[in-house]
């Protein structure tokens, strides 16, 4: 295939959606930071930040490849066949006007937001060390066949894809099952194995910066827009309705998360109206391609509003899961998965019919379907990743580690200097911080 063959337009959107999609994960670095206590919030950033590392690296070396892979067993892609992302430089290597090099590179992005977005139920007691390692085994173990489950297509020219998208016809547009429901029933396997913090349920444990959160909110729904309308592959009307239904269901989402706080608490709380944005985000992700802007707006509302209410079942259960991934992404993907199977409208790029459309149960059974092999799969080998890496290393601090703080003893930093200084302009630079008269005589 020569150059000419290459859409540069396609080329061009999908490349800027992935810088999208990359600029999430530190967007939920933020989002997350913000939600923990001062004395956890660079470790917090910091499992975001070495996800990055982590999952990238593997990609290139075989994550690629078992995802997009021609499959084996339809479970898991070879992991020879594009290992080190060979072959993928060659001009003949581009798949509807796309070079599969810039494909490889969009997909990227989703694997290291999909393991990131663990991290959130294990805040303020996990080693990172063993969180660097339990990341990278559930990139190679859980997101990696996850993703070629749901993400990779039969084609005529004999590629063989996942189970999920092909056995059982499951729509997922761009992550409501391989990376949302996937994270969220992974991140409560690890919880429960974990353990929770010490005096969940009886201390505070507040957000120590919203102003932090409100800004990883506002990153992750502009990220979200590559995320959406980039897995159009294309600049055309699908991308067209992704973005308008990414903009609508969120909108939807967080003014009902805040209505149903208001109703329940008497506030309506900036720590509510950033949830409800990721739970609106959450739930057209897989739905953004195959609803109208009526139905995009009716999951989302329905999205924010359960999840409000979701958030609150860690109490009454007693796991901890700190930052609500449960609340929000496995409740929210289940909301979006399921609803396309009622809110599918043939008119959209997708072509599907839910019920509420004339096209009976059959949907609303294969999204059904697709979302119990996803959660099912990942919540048992996330439950023996962590059982293992719990008797090998050990997956908490001590208790008085995380009183203290995790953030001195696993990076020896803080991540606010808040001790006192002076400044001396007596025969050396004014910038010079030297000891207080106190610490002197100390």
């Given at each position: 295939?020569?150059?000419?063959?290459?859409?540069?337009?396609?080329?061009?959107?999908?490349?800027?959606?992935?810088a999208?999609?990359?600029?999430?994960?530190?967007?939920?670095?933020?989002?997350?930071?913000?939600?923990?206590?001062?004395?956890s919030?660079?470790?917090?950033?910091?499992?975001?930040?070495?996800?990055?590392?982590?999952?990238?690296?593997?990609?290139?070396?075989?994550?690629?490849?078992?995802a997009?892979?021609?499959?084996?067993?339809?479970?898991i892609g070879?992991?020879?066949?594009?290992?080190?992302?060979?072959?993928?430089?060659?001009?003949?290597?581009?798949?509807?006007?796309?070079p599969?090099?810039?494909?490889?590179?969009?997909?990227?992005?989703?694997?290291?937001?999909?393991?990131?977005?663990?991290?959130?139920?294990?805040?303020?007691?996990?080693?990172?060390?063993?969180?660097?390692?339990?990341?990278?085994?559930?990139?190679?173990?859980?997101?990696?066949?996850?993703?070629?489950?749901?993400?990779?297509?039969?084609?005529?020219?004999?590629?063989?894809?996942g189970?999920?998208?092909?056995?059982?016809?499951?729509?997922?547009?761009?992550?409501?099952?391989?990376?949302?429901?996937?994270?969220?029933?992974?991140?409560?396997?690890?919880?429960?194995?974990?353990?929770?913090?010490?005096?969940?349920?009886?201390?505070?444990?507040?957000?120590?910066?919203?102003?932090?959160?409100?800004?990883?909110?506002?990153?992750?729904?502009?990220?979200?827009?590559?995320?959406?309308?980039?897995?159009?592959?294309?600049?055309?009307?699908?991308?067209?309705?992704?973005?308008?239904?990414?903009?609508?269901?969120?909108?939807?989402?967080?003014?009902?998360?805040?209505?149903?706080?208001?109703?329940?608490?008497?506030?309506?709380?900036?720590?509510?109206?950033?949830?409800g944005?990721?739970?609106?985000?959450?739930?057209?992700?897989?739905?953004?391609?195959?609803?109208?802007?009526?139905?995009?707006?009716?999951?989302?509302?329905?999205?924010?509003?359960?999840?409000?209410?979701?958030?609150?079942?860690?109490?009454?259960?007693?796991?901890?899961?700190?930052?609500?991934?449960?609340?929000?992404?496995?409740?929210?993907?289940?909301?979006?998965?399921?609803?396309?199977?009622?809110?599918?409208?043939?008119?959209?790029?997708?072509?599907?019919?839910?019920?509420?459309?004339?096209?009976?149960?059959?949907?609303?059974?294969?999204?059904?379907?697709?979302?119990?092999v996803?959660?099912?799969?990942?919540?048992?080998?996330?439950?023996?990743?962590a059982?293992v890496?719990?008797?090998?290393m050990?997956?908490?601090?001590?208790?008085?580690?995380?009183?203290?703080?995790?953030?001195?003893?696993?990076?020896?930093?803080?991540?606010?200097?808040?001790?006192?200084?002076?400044?001396?302009?007596?025969?050396?630079?004014?910038?010079?911080?030297?000891?207080?008269?106190?610490?002197?005589?100390?």
């Open positions: 295939m020569n150059l000419l063959e290459i859409d540069t337009g396609n080329t061009a959107w999908v490349l800027t959606s992935a999208l999609v990359l600029l999430m994960t530190p967007g939920l670095a933020f989002f997350y930071g913000g939600m923990v206590r001062a004395k919030v660079l470790n917090m950033l910091m499992m975001s930040i070495v996800t990055m590392g982590i999952v990238g690296v593997l990609w290139i070396i075989v994550g690629y490849s078992m997009f892979g021609d499959s084996m067993g339809r479970l070879n992991p020879f066949e594009f290992a080190f992302l060979k072959g993928l430089m060659s001009p003949e290597a581009v798949t509807g006007g796309v599969d090099i810039v494909f490889a590179g969009f997909q990227s992005a989703f694997a290291i937001i999909a393991v990131a977005l663990v991290s959130g139920a294990v805040a303020d007691r996990m080693k990172f060390s063993a969180w660097a390692a339990f990341a990278a085994l559930w990139a190679l173990l859980v997101y990696f066949p996850a993703a070629h489950a749901v993400f990779s297509f039969d084609t005529e020219s004999g590629h063989q894809g189970f999920v998208a092909n056995v059982i016809g499951a729509v997922d547009f761009a992550g409501g099952t391989a990376i949302h429901i996937n994270a969220g029933v992974g991140a409560l396997a690890l919880a429960l194995v974990l353990g929770k913090r010490v005096g969940f349920g009886r201390i505070p444990m507040r957000p120590h910066n919203l102003p932090l959160v409100m800004l990883g909110a506002g990153l992750l729904w502009f990220g979200w827009f590559g995320f959406n309308a980039g897995s159009a592959l294309a600049a055309d009307t699908t991308a067209g309705v992704a973005w308008i239904n990414t903009l609508g269901a969120t909108a939807a989402a967080m003014l009902a998360w805040l209505l149903v706080e208001r109703l329940r608490d008497g506030h309506a709380t900036s720590l509510g109206g950033a949830s944005i990721v739970a609106g985000l959450v739930a057209i992700t897989p739905a953004a391609h195959s609803v109208s802007p009526a139905g995009g707006l009716l999951i989302g509302a329905i999205a924010g509003a359960l999840c409000a209410m979701a958030v609150g079942l860690k109490f009454r259960f007693g796991y901890d899961d700190s930052l609500d991934v449960v609340g929000v992404h496995l409740v929210g993907g289940l909301v979006g998965t399921l609803l396309i199977g009622l809110f599918a409208d043939p008119a959209a790029p997708a072509g599907e019919s839910g019920l509420l459309y004339g096209g009976g149960v059959d949907l609303l059974g294969r999204q059904a379907a697709g979302a119990a996803v959660l099912v799969y990942s919540f048992v080998v996330t439950f023996l990743i059982k890496l719990d008797k090998v050990g997956l908490r601090v001590a208790p008085e580690v995380e009183t203290m703080g995790i953030d001195t003893t696993e990076h020896a930093e803080t991540g606010y200097d808040l001790s006192h200084v002076a400044y001396s302009s007596y025969g050396v630079k004014q910038t010079l911080i030297v000891p207080t008269r106190e610490e002197a005589d100390a």
